[in-house]
């Protein structure tokens, strides 16, 4: 199945309608039926189409309705329309009772006021707050404040590497250092065969990881007080090195440049790359036919001797679970949270996705001791860092990811990308953000 993407959102939609207050109960929305029997679930593609998530879904809706004679009606809603229809929704009232969002804009759809809080009394109601892990809490919603969603699916990037093609370099451990990954993609790189593959095309795979570069650089791209600082030196210097593994280190080929369909995990796979930094991409990578004995997974690499924020490996990814506010059913939209978020629930669908729990408990089941699970287990327990929890966010996401894409379009056409170059796009898309 496609590895589910946290896309970046478009920055004028989202710059519109944080700006609106949302409606906070008065007309029933579309989605929600006013019987209490009956539920509107909005779930993102997950699986390798929106068929293929019905499938999984619909037996489990059928199980909560049996359980609590609540109907659920389901909409399998594309990464490419989801963040827009929950925008349109927000603005206008008319929404659905329970809905997926992709974590990192937990805080943008927090402030437009139509998401319904999760205060501690309503972490009772659904089973308490301390059984998910704190990182996947941390990523539902500005800091201070009550979170917006709950988590649901849980994904942190790791390093995967070929095995045979490692060994045939004579290279006998994965790197664990930046310096460490170009020597040994230099050594990779040969012929047609590349050290790294990355999906430069993508703003949102962009984003994520300028975001790590940058924790490891010492910036979150924003300042304490929330303000957005897209231009500083650390800002420089973490989106160049990544930029450099195509114009200086010359380990990913240019024509990744233009990667934005998951053709990254194609080469890792197929044997035209040797490395590759993704999330959960098992499953992806089994679809393609490459036996898990085939490839190993460590940690994203950080700068050697590094601690603390700064060995940052990884964005916090995954996907969070959130209620409308002016739901006219809320007893069954916690009902249903409780239930999807149960560990029977948690196991079934985040073995079937090939994400991680966010739950505790149902991250311990062994169905999540592969190899693979259990290296990014470890970097989202304890390496991997939310993306800025800020109103803003969605527009950081879509401007500095572009940047970076178009810094990378430089760098594949053979033109050289300096410190100055980069700062001068920094610049460009933080004169691009919204006013305060």
């Known amino acids: 199945m496609p590895t589910r993407r946290i896309p970046a959102a478009l920055a004028l939609a989202a710059a519109i309608v944080l700006t609106t207050t949302a409606c906070g109960g008065g007309s029933a929305s579309s989605g929600s039926n006013s019987s209490p029997k009956t539920l509107t679930y909005w779930a993102?593609?997950?699986?390798?189409?929106?068929?293929?998530?019905?499938?999984?879904?619909?037996?489990?809706?059928?199980?909560?309705?049996?359980?609590?004679?609540?109907?659920?009606?389901?909409?399998?809603?594309?990464?490419?329309?989801?963040?827009?229809?929950i925008l349109a929704a927000t603005a206008s009232g008319q929404g659905p009772d329970v809905l997926n969002i992709g974590n990192t804009w937990s805080a943008s759809l927090q402030a437009t006021g139509a998401l319904l809080p999760f205060d501690q009394a309503t972490f009772d109601r659904i089973g308490g707050k301390d059984r998910f892990l704190p990182a996947t809490i941390a990523s539902a919603g500005a800091a201070g404040k009550?979170?917006?969603?709950?988590?649901?699916?849980?994904?942190?990037?790791?390093?995967?590497?070929?095995?045979?093609?490692?060994?045939?370099?004579?290279?006998?451990?994965?790197?664990?250092?930046?310096?460490?990954?170009?020597a040994d993609g230099k050594k990779l790189t040969t012929g047609?065969?590349?050290?790294?593959?990355?999906?430069?095309?993508?703003?949102?795979?962009?984003?994520?990881?300028?975001?790590?570069?940058?924790?490891?650089?010492?910036?979150?791209?924003?300042?304490?007080?929330?303000?957005?600082?897209?231009?500083?030196?650390?800002?420089?210097?973490?989106?160049?090195?990544?930029?450099?593994?195509?114009?200086?280190?010359?380990?990913?080929?240019?024509?990744n440049a233009e990667y934005a369909a998951n053709q990254s995990v194609t080469d890792f796979a197929t044997g035209k790359a040797a490395m590759l930094m993704w999330q959960a991409a098992g499953?992806?990578?089994?679809?393609?036919?490459?036996?898990?004995?085939?490839?190993?997974?460590?940690?994203?690499?950080?700068?050697?001797?590094?601690?603390?924020?700064?060995?940052?490996?990884?964005?916090?990814?995954?996907?969070?679970?959130?209620?409308?506010?002016?739901?006219?059913?809320?007893?069954?939209?916690?009902s249903f949270v409780k239930f999807m978020t149960g560990d029977d629930e948690q196991k079934l669908l985040n073995s079937t996705y090939g994400s991680l729990p966010p739950v505790k408990a149902a991250q311990a089941d062994p169905a999540f001791a592969t190899p693979e699970l259990k290296t990014l287990a470890g970097v989202l327990s304890t390496g991997a860092a939310p993306l800025p929890q800020v109103a803003s966010e969605s527009q950081f996401e879509t401007l500095v990811g572009t940047a970076v894409k178009n810094l990378l379009a430089s760098a594949a056409a053979g033109k050289p990308v300096t410190e100055a170059a980069v700062k001068a796009e920094l610049s460009k898309a933080q004169q691009q953000m919204p006013a305060n």
């Open 44 to 85: 993102s593609n997950q699986g390798t189409s929106l068929e293929n998530d019905k499938q999984v879904l619909e037996p489990e809706l059928r199980k909560f309705e049996q359980q609590t004679g609540i109907k659920v009606n389901l909409e399998v809603i594309p990464w490419s329309d989801l963040l827009n229809r």
């Open 146 to 182: 009550d979170p917006a969603a709950v988590p649901l699916y849980s994904m942190a990037y790791g390093l995967y590497y070929n095995k045979k093609l490692f060994q045939a370099a004579g290279i006998a451990n994965p790197p664990a250092t930046w310096d460490e990954l170009v």
């Open 192 to 255: 047609s065969q590349y050290g790294l593959a990355i999906e430069g095309g993508n703003v949102s795979e962009n984003v994520h990881h300028a975001f790590t570069l940058g924790m490891q650089h010492g910036t979150g791209f924003y300042d304490a007080a929330g303000k957005p600082q897209f231009d500083s030196p650390q800002a420089v210097a973490a989106v160049k090195q990544y930029v450099d593994f195509i114009a200086t280190d010359r380990i990913a080929a240019p024509g």
């Open 283 to 334: 499953a992806n990578l089994k679809s393609h036919g490459m036996n898990p004995d085939d490839y190993g997974v460590a940690p994203v690499p950080v700068p050697a001797g590094a601690s603390g924020p700064q060995a940052t490996s990884s964005m916090v990814a995954g996907i969070n679970l959130a209620v409308f506010k002016n739901t006219k059913n809320l007893d069954g939209a916690l």
